[in-house]
């Protein structure tokens, strides 16, 4: 029995199909980081006064310094107050001056904001401030947890209704829920919009680069992962030019929904996995794929080989359940995760404090994105020649330990901590790739994009603790860094007990995948049973 890796051959493993297929799933990771720019760039804390253009109505006169000294409190270190304001009374203005004002409230009419590095943010549009003030995290929380919910659910879907389904939904309700949250009225519009916008751009990362890697063959194979990560990469240098150039956040949404229309125009052209096909028992649609992939590449399709796909066999309908009822998987998949895990929660906390490290926003985004593609390119090298299991330890230990030198720094060097803020973010970004990379072939065709999703839903984790640890910040800088640090260092060193998959065909079965482990002799692409499978008769490769 043949397995799909010689049918790629014999079709072309990396010809004008899988060229194009890859620019095109691919692409739309470019517009991913531009999601975030509506909660990234905010300007949390504004300078700011309470709107207290009632007394207008008393004295229309009044210059702008007399309206503050009469209505406005003043704090201890004589500034006005930037959260209270005297209570509106109905009164003339000679009473006003006569007697003066003495109860105070919150501000009731809103607030007037100066000195602003935006036109418009999130923040000033919703006055998340003051008792709100905490809002702007949350709001970052919510696209994370959202992303953390798009892997929960678009992994298993895809396993079972197919990779091309499950990356074209993301797209659409990413174009719808993008525009929803530029015209949000209030946060709570906003809030539901983010939420489901990170969930379609954590399943539309997820399954495109599985449906790309799954057309590819043994020695390309890398390039799905790391030609996704390059464009996202530039998709964040675009973020900060983006921001730079429209300074209203709503603006900015429509302007990435305009983008993201494009995608929504040709993704409907986007192939199922053959792959997939054949491991449902879908050898018709499958057969019929292949010809017209193999037209495209311009090769013969041999006869005999297509014979093969018609041929019966034990289809294996495998679940969660195929994973934490193997050894060997459990092992690959928990060591695999807790790296992504690590990685990730450093990658985050790191991006998240963008505007943190002293200098000017727009160029430490700029220097972020920038400094990530060389990663992924030396990314696609590396893993060939170095293999899949140097490549995540050695990423993972170095990055950790980068980033806890910071600690040595002092706080006011703002170029040193900012050029090994970046190191530290190059290779963490390095062995995310790796990570993607690793996943898909750790584990079968028929539970691997369910190993993705649950190993994304440890990533996503990540994201959505990040925010929550850089407030630990408040009690000491030092903490969140030791924190990701060590958590790096620590999935680095668990790395050396993952086996090597470089240069070897996916696995299709469960049996391939533990065999993957060390622990069994089978002929990799064996149609070898499983008790914890269901299998039915149907016609499968």
């Not at 006005?80 to 304001?85: D, E, G, L, T, V």
């Not at 680069?209 to 675009?238: H, Y």
Request: with cysteine; net charge neutral; aromatic share 12%.
């Amino acid at each position: 029995m043949v397995d799909f890796g010689e049918i790629l051959k014999a079709i072309g493993d990396f010809g004008f199909f899988q060229k194009l297929l890859l620019l095109g799933l691919a692409s739309p990771h470019f517009l991913l980081p531009v999601f975030f720019c509506s909660f990234l760039f905010i300007q949390s804390d504004p300078e700011r006064h309470c709107n207290t253009d009632w007394i207008l109505k008393a004295a229309p006169n009044l210059t702008v310094e007399e309206q503050l000294n009469l209505t406005l409190p003043r704090e201890e270190d004589g500034s006005f107050s930037r959260c209270r304001m005297f209570v509106p009374v109905d009164w003339d203005i000679h009473t006003i001056r006569e007697y003066g004002l003495n109860d105070t409230t919150a501000c009731t009419d809103g607030f007037v904001y100066e000195n602003m590095l935006y036109e418009s943010t999130i923040v000033t549009d919703f006055n998340l401030v003051c008792e709100k003030s905490n809002m702007a995290e949350v709001t970052q929380t919510v696209f994370m947890t959202g992303m953390l919910a798009g892997s929960f659910i678009f992994g298993p879907v895809a396993d079972l209704y197919g990779r091309r389904r499950t990356t074209q939904l993301p797209v659409v309700l990413l174009l719808i829920f993008i525009i929803a949250a530029a015209v949000s009225p209030n946060v709570h519009v906003y809030n539901v919009s983010q939420f489901i916008v990170g969930a379609s751009l954590g399943g539309y990362r997820m399954n495109s680069v599985v449906l790309a890697t799954e057309w590819i063959g043994i020695n390309k194979r890398s390039l799905a992962s790391c030609v996704s990560q390059v464009f996202g990469s530039f998709g964040q240098c675009a973020l900060a030019g983006l921001v730079y150039v429209v300074r209203d956040w709503r603006k900015a949404q429509y302007v990435v929904a305009g983008a993201e229309a494009l995608v929504f125009l040709y993704i409907w052209w986007i192939p199922e996995s053959a792959r997939w096909l054949l491991g449902q028992g879908r050898a018709d649609e499958a057969e019929k794929l292949i010809r017209k992939v193999a037209a495209i590449n311009k090769k013969e399709v041999p006869e005999n080989l297509l014979e093969k796909v018609s041929e019966e066999k034990k289809v294996e309908n495998a679940s969660i359940k195929a994973i934490f009822t193997s050894a060997v998987l459990i092992k690959h998949f928990f060591i695999i995760s807790f790296a992504w895990f690590s990685l990730n929660l450093g990658y985050f906390c790191l991006v998240l404090n963008v505007g943190k490290f002293g200098l000017n926003i727009f160029l430490v985004q700029f220097l972020f994105g920038i400094s990530e593609v060389p990663a992924h390119l030396l990314c696609i090298g590396c893993l060939e020649f170095f293999g899949r299991k140097k490549s995540l330890v050695s990423t993972l230990l170095v990055g950790g330990a980068v980033c806890l030198l910071t600690l040595a720094i002092p706080q006011d060097s703002a170029v040193a901590i900012t050029a090994l803020v970046t190191t530290g973010k190059f290779f963490l970004n390095w062995a995310g790739s790796v990570c993607l990379v690793y996943i898909q072939e750790l584990f079968p065709t028929s539970i691997r994009q369910t190993a993705v999703s649950l190993g994304s839903i440890a990533f996503r984790v990540a994201g959505l603790l990040s925010p929550l640890l850089n407030m630990l910040a408040v009690y000491h800088r030092s903490i969140p860094i030791i924190v990701f640090s060590s958590l790096a260092v620590l999935s680095g060193a668990l790395g050396f007990l993952l086996p090597e998959t470089s240069r070897k065909d996916l696995p299709d079965s469960t049996s391939d995948g533990k065999s993957n482990g060390g622990l069994t002799n089978e002929k990799p692409g064996s149609d070898i049973s499983v008790t914890e499978i269901h299998t039915q008769k149907s016609t499968k490769l």
